[in-house]
């Protein structure tokens, strides 16, 4: 009765009702808020006279497409659902492909209104009617079935093979809510509308990871660390052992010396060390002076050194003779291995620091560091992190990855990443020791042995640089049992090979909080890849574009608040209002970071809720663990006086894995080597394209819009020229080496593996089958030195008494081969049924142009 009043008040009919409290319920389950679903018509309009007593059935099927506007009420989405209605049954006539848009032609849903009169006459005596019992069958995964007499009447049809019972009772529980809000607020807000039930909101919003430990500063960590056991070793770092007591009294006495220069709570203290003893040596000192530290990669071009340091405004910086000539004057230097400063470090107090000590009390709130990311305007982010959730992280590393006093953890992480704090907490949190690996290794071989020749027993490495190692290289080691993967999604393969005989586990975690929120379970062979759940005091929300929170199993984006939250973006108050917003399931005053990841809810084993990673709402990317806005890339391009427009986007490289590719608009003369060399002196290695490609104009949608699909592939092979072909056996294994790697047919010997799509992990593989095959020892950084095939064999150190093995080249075979047991078993099970598809392979090809059939 309510409905029909709101039906009669606004003009509409009951059956709009239905069908706008449907697209609430779809946009719910999808997440999204343009819904398109079927909708049945009788076939019988009303202006051809006698067409209610012809006997057949005349139904039609027609698209309903229904847009939600957050800030529309219920009254006038329910008026522009009419309007829809209207405009469509003047098509009910026509086959669904020949229905014009605006409105989508495909859905799996489908309403069905059965609103026909039903007479109650006496049948004639000579008639008898008998009844059947029958079962409907339904060809969508859903059908919803309306009814009305004296009441509404809501049947439910599924396929079980997409949808249980139970997802369907849930359906079916939120239409009926749907239906009450309608029914008694029609100036609700669409935003404003909520699905879930009482228990099921309060499951999910938020998501609680359990009670966050007390607060303590990473000051306060590292000091307690060294009480534990101060003869015990703290660092090892290429053979040199540093103990807890040598390393916190080390640091003390730079802690002092960097008072003295200005450094104390809420100053910033520019980090530019290698990873080494040194570089942990700094970040000790730093923290103790309540400072934040603040990782510049002296690798970095010199550009993008001056405007992190410009930008983060550091009181001063810490270094080392080596980098200290690529760092800029702008601030000074205090150079750690200069006699003036070791004389000055020798005549500190080694005693512990206080409060008293520093400029002013330091408190969990001051920054404890800041990690610049890459920025869609142009110019780097800083993140700034406090200290509050520090002991929330390692008290998360103890219950999940077990570190203890006699562990030996990897420092692998570069310091400019926020996986070095990881690092550190799982080291110092426990009292362990910390295996610093040499900045040359960055995975592969390199990496599986320097962790079995070093006993490390647990790990945090990058998913790529995980993906470019091997276990069999650990030459059976078998104490490396603890490992976190993250940075990007980890695939299932590197689960298969890294889980067996250790615990592999998954992690997530943005800049804007501290490292991680997520840590999984250990992950198994052939199980769901999660990213686990929250970590103790981390709260989680998955919303939809409404702001409403989402059922199991429905897409969404990921909404992070706790203790581990980020302060915001260093000087860009705009910016940090847009990404850490309000709370709106939280106490009042709090924050949440929006991640921009699309992520859903399932269940685990234990029967809570853990987290799957499904992909990025936006074109951000993760490419080696490191984030990278493609528009920043953009923006530096498009600084070139040569070039009108660029876009930067994704691309699957020729050896299989994602690369970064320009496409270019501009003058005749744009070179893309020029422009590669213009990005390396502007940007971060990671950050430049494997390829620039010109096009003469950009392909637009019909909207307008970049079509990102009509975009050309780029191009890798090098021409099969004679002057770049290989003149001995060790150049021809050396190009075929890059070529096999790359995914190339062909690669000249002047070819720069990294111009032709090769990057830092693809290195390592390039690497260890030139060791392989040439029984030579060299190590990646001499493929970052010499990119070519040529150069390469003049610096190789190769084994005279060692002939490198046969170049592969193709034969003629004459005679049959005989099958392997395993194909002679597929071709003898295949003879008793030959229409059998247990081994065929189904694939799916898209063709455009003449289909030369015969040649098929």
């Not at 104390?264 to 520019?270: D, N």
């Not at 409404?546 to 706790?562: N, S």
């Not at 990404?579 to 029967?607: C, H, K, L, N």
């Not at 320009?662 to 744009?670: D, F, H, I, P, Q």
Request: hydrophobic share 40%; with cysteine; aromatic share 6%.
């Amino acid at each position: 009765d309510a409905l029909r009043t709101v039906a009669r008040t606004h003009d509409l009919t009951l059956h709009t009702i239905i069908d706008t409290a449907w697209a609430l319920v779809l946009a719910t389950h999808t997440g999204t808020t343009d819904i398109t679903f079927g909708t049945t018509v009788s076939g019988r309009p009303p202006h051809i006279p006698g067409i209610e007593t012809m006997i057949g059935l005349f139904i039609n099927t027609i698209p309903v497409r229904i847009t939600l506007h957050p800030t529309d009420t219920l009254t006038t989405l329910l008026t522009r659902t009419h309007t829809t209605h209207t405009q469509l049954l003047d098509h009910h006539h026509l086959p669904l492909t020949h229905i014009p848009n605006p409105h989508a032609t495909t859905f799996d849903t489908i309403t069905v209104h059965e609103n026909y009169p039903h007479h109650t006459t006496t049948p004639p005596t000579d008639l008898t009617i008998t009844t059947t019992s029958a079962t409907d069958a339904t060809h969508y995964p859903l059908a919803l079935a309306a009814t009305t007499d004296t009441t509404l009447h809501l049947k439910f049809e599924f396929l079980p093979e997409f949808l249980s019972r139970n997802d369907t009772e849930a359906i079916a529980a939120r239409m009926c809510r749907a239906l009450d809000v309608i029914a008694t607020a029609p100036d609700t807000t669409v935003a404003s509308v909520r699905l879930l039930g009482d228990d099921e909101f309060r499951a999910l919003a938020p998501v609680r990871g359990g009670p966050a430990p007390a607060t303590r500063t990473l000051a306060t960590i590292v000091t307690d660390a060294a009480a534990l056991d101060p003869d015990a070793v703290a660092l090892e770092d290429s053979g040199r052992a540093v103990s807890y007591r040598d390393l916190d009294e080390a640091s003390n006495r730079l802690a002092r010396v960097l008072i003295t220069h200005g450094a104390g709570p809420e100053r910033y203290v520019a980090l530019a060390i290698p990873r080494s003893a040194d570089s942990v040596l700094a970040v000790w000192a730093i923290t103790k002076t309540g400072a934040a530290f603040v990782p510049i990669d002296p690798g970095y071009p010199a550009a993008r050194i001056a405007d992190m340091i410009a930008d983060s405004g550091v009181a001063l910086g810490v270094t080392l003779t080596p980098q200290r000539e690529r760092l800029p004057d702008t601030v000074p230097w205090l150079v750690l291995d200069e006699p003036g400063t070791i004389t000055t470090l020798e005549q500190q107090s080694s005693g512990a620091l206080g409060d008293s000590d520093r400029r002013r009390p330091l408190r969990p709130d001051h920054s404890a560091y800041m990690i610049y990311t890459s920025g869609s305007t142009g110019v780097p982010k800083g993140v700034v992190v406090p200290h509050r959730g520090l002991a929330t992280l390692a008290a998360a590393q103890a219950a999940g990855l077990g570190p203890g006093r006699h562990s030996r953890v990897l420092h692998f992480s570069s310091p400019s990443f926020d996986g070095s704090v990881f690092d550190y907490l799982l080291a110092f949190g426990c009292g362990a020791t910390l295996v610093i690996s040499p900045p040359t290794i960055v995975g592969g071989t390199e990496l599986s042995r320097f962790v079995a020749a070093e006993r490390v027993t647990h790990a945090f490495v990058p998913t790529a640089a995980l993906a470019s190692a091997d276990p069999d290289d650990l030459d059976g080691y078998d104490g490396f049992g603890e490992i976190l993967a993250a940075g990007e999604a980890c695939p299932p393969g590197l689960v298969t090979r890294w889980s067996r005989g250790r615990s592999l586990r998954n992690g997530y975690g943005p800049t804007e909080t501290t490292v991680m929120s997520n840590i999984s379970a250990p992950l198994a062979p052939g199980s769901d890849v999660t990213i686990g759940g929250p970590i103790a005091g981390a709260e989680e929300v998955v919303l939809d574009a409404r702001l409403q929170p989402v059922p199991d199993g429905v897409p969404g984006e990921l909404y992070i608040a706790g203790p581990g939250l980020a302060r915001g973006y260093h000087r860009r108050p705009g910016l940090t209002a847009g990404r850490f917003v309000a709370a709106p399931y939280g106490p009042a005053g709090e924050r949440m970071y929006r991640t921009g990841d699309i992520v859903r809810w399932i269940a685990d084993e234990s029967g809570g809720r853990v987290v799957e990673y499904l992909g990025r709402a936006d074109f951000q990317v993760k490419m080696r663990g490191f984030r990278i806005e493609p528009a920043e890339v953009d923006a530096v391009l498009g600084a070139h006086p040569d070039v009108e427009y660029a876009a930067t986007l994704t691309r699957t490289g020729p050896a299989g894995d994602p690369i970064l590719v320009s496409y270019v608009v501009g003058s005749a003369e744009l070179a893309p080597a020029r422009l590669s060399a213009y990005l390396t002196e502007r940007l971060p290695a990671h950050m430049v394209p494997s390829a620039i490609v010109p096009i003469d104009r950009i392909p637009l949608t019909p909207v307008g819009k970049l079509d990102r699909a009509a975009l050309p592939d780029p191009r890798f092979d090098s021409p099969a020229d004679p002057a770049h072909r290989p003149t001995s056996p060790v150049e021809e294994t050396v190009a075929n080496a890059f070529a096999a790697v790359l995914g190339l047919e062909h690669v000249g010997v002047d070819d720069n593996f990294f111009e032709a799509g090769g990057n830092s992990l693809t290195a390592t593989r390039v690497v260890a089958r030139v060791n392989s095959t040439l029984h030579t020892h060299i190590d990646v950084r001499t493929l970052f030195e010499d990119r070519t095939p040529r150069v390469l064999c003049t610096h190789l150190d190769h084994d005279s008494n060692n002939a490198p093995l046969p170049v592969p080249s193709p034969g003629n075979q004459t005679e049959f081969v005989p099958l392997s047991p395993a194909q002679q078993r597929i071709w003898f099970l295949n003879q008793y049924d030959t229409t059998t598809p247990t081994y065929n392979i189904p694939l799916t090809l898209h063709l455009t142009g003449h289909l030369d059939t015969t040649a098929l």
